[in-house]
Each structure stands twice: as C-alpha cells, then as structure tokens.
C-alpha cells in the first residue's frame, strides 16, 4: 500500500515560517513528480508548487518569492512557507505522480492533508 504522510503543519503568525514535510513510503517503482496543494474552508484545492524528478519548479504567484519546494530525495518533499499570511491559511496536501507495481501508468496519490493556521 502506497502513502503519502505529511508533517510540519500548525499555528504560526503573520510573517512567521512553517516547514511541511511529505514522505512517501510502500511499493513504489517510481515517482514523477511531487508538490503541494492547499484548500482553505469554501475554496477549490488549488496548487501551491510542484518539483519534477529534474527539478523543475512551478509555483502559485500567491506564493512565489515565500514558499521553497525542495525533494530531499526521491521520496521525500518539503515545503519552506516564509513570510507567511492569513490567506495561507489552508488543509496542506502532498501530492505525487507515481507509478506502482501492477499499474499501467502513473497516477496521482494524496496524503490525508496537513492544517496551517496564520493568525493575523
């Protein structure tokens, strides 16, 4: 069984910094691509930023010059939130394009979300 688990979510204030985590684990036999979403109370899941295995990245522009993706390595991706706002205020979900044994192609899995809540 395939997962997706995220640490590093809470409480933080404005202007303050986070640091979200995202480990994927299981029978894997490769990962494509991996990124964060966010979905905030009445809102569409939206992407935040993605990093390719050749390390190309793509950001929100509400995020771009505060937030960092980096892939520590092939199964593990952070998020550096700087400069923080209350509209960052969101349920923070990994993601990943990976591909398992059995499976004809890539798919997109999930993990079951993190909260950041920036106080204002």
């Known amino acids: 069984q395939v997962q997706l688990v995220e640490s590093g979510g809470g409480l933080v204030q404005a202007g303050g910094s986070l640091r979200l985590s995202c480990v994927a684990s299981?029978?894997?036999?490769?990962?494509?691509?991996m990124g964060w979403y966010r979905q905030a109370p009445g809102k569409q899941r939206e992407l935040v930023a993605s990093?390719?295995?050749?390390?190309?990245t793509n950001y929100a522009d509400s995020v771009k010059g505060r937030f960092t993706i980096s892939r520590d390595n092939a199964k593990m991706v952070n998020l550096q939130m700087n400069s923080l706002k209350s509209e960052d205020t969101a349920v923070y979900y990994c993601?990943?394009?990976?591909?398992?044994?059995?499976?004809?192609?890539?798919?997109?899995?999930w993990g079951q979300g993190t909260q950041v809540t920036v106080s204002s």
């Open positions: 299981g029978s894997i036999l490769g990962i494509n691509r």
């Open positions: 990093i390719t295995n050749a390390a190309t």
């Open positions: 993601n990943s394009l990976m591909s398992i044994p059995g499976a004809r192609a890539y798919r997109d899995y």
